[in-house]
């Protein structure tokens, strides 16, 4: 099994910054991608930023040049370092790790697991 778990939400003014992290446990054979999303109030979740274990990232439009997503491979780490926060930024963060997993005993296997994500909060 694999474990994912966020942390680093917080209250924060408009301007400010705030980095989450997310660390991934367990049964890892290897990891394809992981990602942040995002859902707020009353919308629908959304990509935030993803990274693959190429190291090609992706952003969503509105965090472009604000947000900054790595990965730490040797820990099955991911940040999301988030600047110039604004109000609709709000939001719970949640952490997607796409990985393959093995248990030693056969081929590994493909999973797709989330973590419970971290509420992120922009107030003036």
């Known amino acids: 099994q694999v474990r994912v778990v966020e942390s680093g939400g917080g209250l924060v003014q408009p301007g400010g910054s705030l980095r989450l992290s997310c660390a991934a446990s367990g049964n890892i054979f290897s990891i394809d991608a992981m990602a942040w999303y995002r859902q707020a109030p009353g919308k629908e979740r959304e990509l935030v930023a993803r990274i693959f274990s190429d190291a090609q990232k992706h952003y969503l439009d509105s965090v472009k040049g604000r947000f900054t997503i790595s990965r730490d491979g040797a820990e099955n780490t991911v940040y999301l370092q988030m600047n110039n926060v604004q109000p609709e930024d709000t939001a719970v963060y949640y952490c997607?790790?796409?990985?393959?997993?093995?248990?030693?005993?056969?081929?590994?296997?493909?999973?797709?697991?989330w973590g419970q994500g971290t509420l992120v909060t922009v107030f003036s």
């Open positions: 997607k790790v796409d990985a393959f997993v093995s248990d030693g005993s056969g081929a590994p296997r493909y999973v797709v697991v």
